[in-house]
């Protein structure tokens, strides 16, 4: 008597389009996991304060430096050496101060009723600035090496690929003319995948 068929065997066979996943997609989902957790950690409000904290500083010290060089310029009389210790020494202490008053603050949003709410926004705003980084590395990328065929194959057959593209075009287009003409996004060797291409197993081969 014959055996009737599994039921895997009467399932018609299943077609792969896109490419299996590889190292360069490991480390794009890398980028985003390791920014989320720490921004979900952090939590909104320090993470954006950070970034406040970096920008006051830099401006502090651009302030400070007339003010800090003379003096420093009668014990090093290297007038390149004074404006660099006056820049980094100015920007170094108001970025410290910053950084303690940003804890503090942060430290009172986590520990009241927002405390939940600003970790969740933490983590979408890590996952963005992740995103943001693969945008920037894609298009510094482009600026190393504008032909994208040249690019390693790991590179060019990766599935985030196509995504990090559209988001480089994305970013460009809405920077000042200027820059869009210094800034060559190439485009990808592959189309923008859909949700199923992105989630479906990679190819096999089928005897």
């Known amino acids: 008597m014959a055996r009737a068929p599994a039921w895997r065997d009467t399932l018609p066979p299943r077609r792969y389009t896109a490419p299996a996943m590889n190292w360069v997609d490991g480390v794009v989902l890398a980028v985003l996991a390791l920014s989320a957790v720490v921004a979900l950690f952090r939590g909104l409000v320090q993470e954006v304060l950070g970034i406040g904290a970096w920008v006051g500083a830099a401006f502090a010290a651009l302030a400070l430096q007339p003010v800090l060089s003379p003096p420093l310029l ?26 303690i008053a940003i804890a503090v603050i942060a430290r009172r949003v986590q520990d009241s009723a927002l ?20 945008v920037v590395a894609y298009i510094l990328g482009g600026k190393v090496l504008p032909d994208s065929e040249k690019w390693p194959d790991p590179v060019r057959e990766a599935r985030s690929l196509p995504l990090v593209a559209e988001g480089a075009r994305w970013l460009t287009e809405r920077l000042p003319p200027d820059f869009q003409d210094r800034l060559l996004v190439p485009p990808p060797s592959m189309p923008t995948p859909g949700f199923n291409d992105l989630v479906r197993p990679p190819p096999r081969n089928r005897t």
Request: aromatic share 10%; hydrophobic share 65%.
């Open 115 to 134: 405390g939940g709410t600003d970790r969740a926004l933490g983590m979408v705003f890590g996952l963005a600035r992740g995103a943001f980084l693969v």
């Open 74 to 99: 009668e014990a090093v009389e290297t007038p390149w050496i004074a404006d660099a210790v006056a820049l980094a020494g100015a920007f170094l202490v108001v970025l410290i101060f910053l950084k």
